[in-house]
C-alpha cells in the first residue's frame, strides 16, 4: 500500500522561506515521478511542481519559478520542496502526489495534470502573511 506523508507547512511572512517534505512507503519510490500541487480556498487543485524519477528533470509552473525548488532523496524514498520569496498569494494546502507511469511525461506535460497522479497526500497547509 501505498502512503504519502506531507510535512513543513506552516505560517510564514512575505518574503520568508518555508521546505517541505513528502515521505513516501512504497519499494518502487524511484520508479515515480513526483509532484507537489496545491488547492486554495475557492479554487481548483493547480500544479505547482514535478521531478522525474531519478530526478535529473524538474518541472515548475510560472509563478513559481526562480522561487521554488523540488528535489527527491531516493534512498530515504522523500521529495521535497523549497519555497524561497513567499508570496501571500502561494497560500494553499501543498499535496506531494505519486505517478507510478511517468512515461507520458516524456510526450507532453502530463506531470501538470492533476489527474495524472495515482496517490496523494492528506495535504499540509501554507499560510503566507502580508
Known amino acids: 500500500q501505498v502512503q504519502l506523508v506531507e510535512s513543513g507547512g506552516g505560517l510564514v511572512q512575505a518574503g520568508g522561506s518555508l521546505r517541505l517534505s513528502c515521505a513516501a512507503s512504497?519499494?518502487?519510490?524511484?520508479?515515480?515521478?513526483m509532484g507537489w500541487l496545491r488547492q486554495a480556498p475557492g479554487k481548483e487543485r493547480e500544479f505547482v511542481a514535478a521531478?522525474?524519477?531519478?530526478?535529473?528533470?524538474?518541472y515548475y509552473t510560472d509563478s513559481v519559478k526562480g522561487r521554488f525548488t523540488i528535489s527527491r532523496d531516493n534512498g530515504k524514498n522523500t521529495v521535497y520542496l523549497q519555497m524561497n520569496s513567499l508570496k501571500p498569494e502561494d497560500t494553499a494546502v501543498y499535496y506531494c502526489?505519486?505517478?507510478?507511469?511517468?512515461?507520458?511525461?516524456?510526450?507532453?506535460?502530463?506531470?501538470?495534470?492533476?489527474?495524472?497522479?495515482?496517490?496523494w497526500g492528506q495535504g499540509t497547509q501554507v499560510t503566507v502573511s502580508s
Open positions: 502526489a505519486a505517478d507510478v507511469d511517468m512515461s507520458p511525461w516524456i510526450s507532453g506535460s502530463y506531470y501538470s495534470r492533476v489527474g495524472e497522479y495515482d496517490y
Open positions: 512504497g519499494r518502487t519510490f524511484s520508479n515515480w515521478g
Open positions: 521531478i522525474s524519477w531519478r530526478g535529473g528533470t524538474t
